[in-house]
């Protein structure tokens, strides 16, 4: 017999005659047991069963382990505190708000079809919400800002809809739902702080991002906190997730962190209404038991709000536990079936299965079986998970909270098409209206018409009183008035002095740059060094040993390297966010550290280093969520460079970061050369976001080549910071072509001009080029410019000033894509020649890369006397000749596509 069936009839019938010795022993056992649970309390009942557990293990018995807990509410219903809210207040509210937050999307979608937006998505997310706003979540903490929430993005109709109930948004802005670009108050479609920087906090649309950022806040909030940079508070992060949303690697793949470091001030609301855009998310399993699973697996408290207080009484009647059973059996594609086939066929197909379940209902309507509440729309049962998950201490907390799709909205309720639907039939408006008691009449409210009570209607006095006792507005996103004073230029000293002959690469000499930031008394502190497991690739040990890596435990062994200078350092108040082989979660990081200076109103400024390949190409999509969130910081992408990094081959090689971050619109992207090249963007960087306040990032790149830094040559700073400037003028000074180029790819342009002088006669002047990217888009703003205002003189972009008087062909080098150079096509037309490393990388040494990529200064001498000869001011055959001593092969394979 199975233990479940013994263990039913045992509890059922505890001694009960019959029972063969097997039973008898069993019941036995249990007894015991429950002798101890009563008389020494369920504590020590749980050591009890561990003991015997481990006992079982260490003598070899095989124990299952068991993650999972029967299908019904995790808290007993005589564990339920009563509800501390004015239920039917708040009924009403949640109604408005329903009614509102489906009329927006319907009305819009009449009036301009297609415009899109979603009506399920908060239909079963409203009561999840409304006790949060009504009894969790704080406005404020003192001089800090509240609760951070992390709204399911496709939820914004509900947020908006209860903001526009409180006054906090207008009915213009709600009437101009998606409709942004008519010079008019409008609402985003989805939260975007870039759209509505007053409004929303984090952008949350972009599926498993939200969970990812929201651990990682939680997180950097306790950072913040050890570090004594803000004061402790009860502020908890809370994010609400589809559950289809889990299936995304990034909701779920960084749990474990969450658990290793007790983020209690962590809570996470799975909305399980079982379905997601296409249809089931588990048809034929049970996501909530999965993810019980693996949250539990994971080391998180795990609260399941599975059914609400009208089947407490069915469960009471349940003694032999078939209810429970019957519970558990089901796979969640039936489940949405009972929603959207209705009470006879829950009763036949759910109830039918054991004749007891059918007597046990037999006084129930049909009417009454298909309104049996599941566990997420019942406020009570919401209210008691949350108060649990607020006063856990110790790990975070999910809510893994079961509700219908939909909700609410009849005929759409529950169906696999429900997601889409952005329209309501007449006669789903109206009972929808009658439903809900909405007071709007039937025309209007076949219109979608909107409705919001007088101010001084108990149910508005009542929902802002709330707000009030909870802090005020929670959705506001202030930015305090900055009183940050950059470090003057000066500061950098160091690194604008040059290495005085030493061979170093740019990636050592931001390391003492950030090295000498750390120490700065005024902003020293603020600086927040990010790095995936790549510290030593990187030569940070000295930052390591200098700041220590934050620990929230610290450092809990004696590390065996102490003895040395450079030791592995963990701190509780450690300074490096050293985040293990995780670019997301390192992204994450960034993204919490970038927006400090408005989330706790502490302006951190992040440096995230990496190995340049694994950024913008693996975690592009957060490096844009980061731009909507005004992020501020410097991405350094460290070995930058298709062929500076040798030996390392195709996975690695990187020749294409420079076009990814491109797209970014916030993000300036740089690709210096010099060691004081870094210094200037990263002083100025400085200064524009966090003294000057603009919303901007940057992307530098390092490269790992050693060579002498020069000193910074005298008034280069503007043309650093523009992209361009005269490096080196031609031997003679009387240049007939330029050269560009970027990173160590300047010293093969240096190279060749010298090869071009000594060897062809050929005079060039060669450029360091910092930013491409920077020079197009002033070039792109002064073209725009001009086209806009044709009846004005025209103006002309910094690269055409920054060339008067640059004669001839200019061959523009880069150990990135040609595309990088070609940015600059529409301005210097025929005249630029582009070389870069389009293709797959090699493992190979620097040499042979740049040869294959075509990109050494060889290279760069023939692609030079090639263009000369094409335009008749260099013999051909002479360039042939050149070829060959330059050691260029004419029918070589392209290396694009090699
Ligand atoms: C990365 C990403 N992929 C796809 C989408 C498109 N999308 C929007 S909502 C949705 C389904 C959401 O299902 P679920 O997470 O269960 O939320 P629900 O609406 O059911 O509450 C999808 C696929 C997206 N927003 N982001
Ligand atoms: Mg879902």
């Not at 022993?25 to 020494?40: L, P, T």
């Not at 000074?733 to 060897?759: C, D, T, V, W, Y």
């Not at 062909?809 to 020649?833: E, H, N, Y």
Request: charged share 25%; proline share 5%; glycine share 10%.
């Amino acid at each position: 017999m199975a233990t479940q069936e013994i263990n039913n009839r045992i509890l059922e019938f505890p001694g009960a005659p019959g029972m063969d010795s097997e039973e008898e022993e069993v019941a036995e056992w249990i007894e015991a047991f429950d002798q101890v649970v009563e008389e020494e309390g369920a504590n020590r009942g749980c050591e009890l069963l561990e003991a015997l557990i481990e006992r079982a293990r260490t003598s070899g018995v095989e124990v299952p382990i068991q993650l999972n807990t029967p299908y019904i509410n995790t808290i007993p219903v005589e564990e339920e505190v009563p509800y501390p809210g004015d239920r039917q207040l708040e009924r009403r509210l949640k109604s408005l708000t329903r009614w509102n937050a489906m009329a927006m999307v319907h009305r819009q979608n009449k009036t301009d079809a297609g415009i899109g937006g979603h009506i399920s998505t908060y239909s079963s997310l409203a009561t999840l919400l409304e006790v949060g706003f009504n009894h969790f979540f704080h406005g404020c903490y003192g001089d800090q800002p509240g609760d951070f929430i992390y709204f399911q993005g496709h939820a914004s109709p509900g947020v908006y809809a209860r903001a526009f109930l409180l006054g906090r948004i207008t009915e213009e802005q709600v009437l101009n739902f998606r409709h942004e670009l008519r010079g008019l108050p409008a609402l985003s479609s989805y939260p975007h702080p870039w759209l509505m920087p007053d409004f929303w906090r984090f952008p949350t649309v972009s599926m498993g991002l939200g969970p990812l950022n929201s651990i990682y806040q939680a997180r950097f909030m306790r950072y913040l906190e050890n570090r004594n940079l803000i004061p402790r508070t009860p502020r908890k992060v809370w994010a609400f997730v589809g559950d289809g949303e889990t299936d995304e690697p990034e909701s779920m793949g960084s749990l474990t962190l969450a658990s290793r470091e007790k983020l209690d001030n962590l809570i996470f609301v799975v909305n399980c209404n079982l379905q997601r855009l296409d249809g089931p998310v588990r048809g034929n399993g049970k996501i909530i038991q999965e993810l019980e699973a693996a949250f539990r697996g994971a080391g998180w408290n795990v609260i399941k709000v599975m059914w609400g207080g009208d089947w407490d009484r069915l469960f009471a009647r349940d003694k032999s536990g078939l209810l429970v059973k019957r519970l558990g059996e089901v796979v969640d594609g039936e489940y949405q079936a009972y929603k959207v086939k209705g009470g006879e066929y829950i009763r036949r197909k759910f109830f039918g299965k054991y004749p007891e379940l059918l007597e046990m209902v037999s006084d129930m309507s049909d009417e009454e079986l298909h309104r049996l509440t599941r566990g997420g729309h019942d406020p009570q049962k919401v209210y008691n998970a949350y108060k649990r998950a607020v006063e856990h201490e110790g790990s975070p907390t999910v809510i893994l909270a079961h509700t219908v799709k939909g909700y609410g909205l009849g005929s759409a309720e529950a169906r696999n098409a429900t997601h889409q639907e952005k329209k309501l039939a007449d006669q789903a408006l109206t009972a929808f209206r009658s439903r809900f008691e909405i007071p709007v009449p039937e025309m209007a409210a076949k219109e979608g018409r909107l409705y919001r009570p007088p101010d001084d209607s108990p149910e508005i006095v009542y929902a802002k009183k709330r707000r009030e006792e909870l802090g005020g507005f929670l959705l506001i996103r202030e930015v305090p008035k900055s009183t940050f004073e950059a470090p003057p230029l000066s500061e950098f000293a160091d690194s604008v002095a040059g290495s005085k002959g030493r061979a170093v690469s740019t990636t050592m000499g931001f390391v003492s740059m950030l090295r000498q930031l750390m120490k700065d008394p005024k902003i020293g502190k603020l600086i927040v060094p990010i790095i995936p497991d790549e510290g030593r690739t990187f030569g940070m040990e000295s930052i390591i040993r200098q700041v220590g890596i934050y620990a929230s435990q610290g450092q809990l062994y004696k590390p065996h390297d102490q003895d040395m200078l450079l030791y592995y350092r963990e701190e509780k108040d450690g300074q490096i966010l050293e985040e293990g082989i995780t670019e997301a979660g390192s992204m994450a990081s960034f993204t919490a550290a970038g927006t400090a200076y408005a989330n706790y109103r502490v302006p951190t400024i992040p440096f995230f280093t990496y190995y340049s390949m694994f950024g913008f190409q693996r975690i592009g999509d957060m490096v844009w969520a980061f731009a909507d969130s005004r992020g501020k910081g410097f991405m350094m992408g460290g070995t930058a460079g298709r062929t500076t990094l040798a030996g390392e081959g195709l996975q690695h090689q990187d020749g294409h970061s420079l076009v990814l971050s491109s797209t970014v619109p916030t993000c300036h992207t740089y690709d210096p050369a010099y060691v004081y090249e870094v210094a200037v963007i990263v002083q100025d960087g400085i200064r524009r976001m966090y003294q000057e306040m603009e919303d901007r990032f940057y992307y530098i790149t390092l490269y790992n080549e050693d060579y002498a830094m020069p000193q910074m040559p005298e008034g280069c700073e503007g043309g650093i910071l523009s992209g361009l400037y005269k490096y080196k003028s031609a031997p003679s000074g009387k240049a007939i072509m330029q050269l560009f180029g970027s990173g160590p790819i300047l010293n093969e342009a240096l190279r060749a001009q010298e090869i071009l002088a000594e060897k062809y006669g050929v005079q060039a002047d060669v450029w360091s080029v910092t930013s491409y990217n920077e020079l197009r888009r002033d070039a792109l703003a002064t073209e725009r410019w001009n086209r806009l205002h044709p009846a004005e003189p025209e103006k002309r972009p910094y690269i055409l000033t920054a060339l008067d008087g640059a004669e001839g062909p200019i061959v523009a080098a880069t150990d990135f894509m040609k595309v990088v150079p070609d940015q600059l096509s529409p301005w210097l037309g025929r005249r630029l020649v582009s070389l870069g490393t389009d293709g797959f990388g090699r493992s190979d040494n620097r040499e042979h890369l740049r040869r294959h990529f075509e990109v050494n200064a060889e290279s760069i001498a023939a692609a030079a006397l090639s263009r000369l000869a094409r335009d008749g001011k260099f013999d051909v055959q002479r360039v042939q000749k050149a070829f060959e001593e330059l050691g260029v092969d004419s029918e070589k394979i392209d290396p694009a596509i090699a």
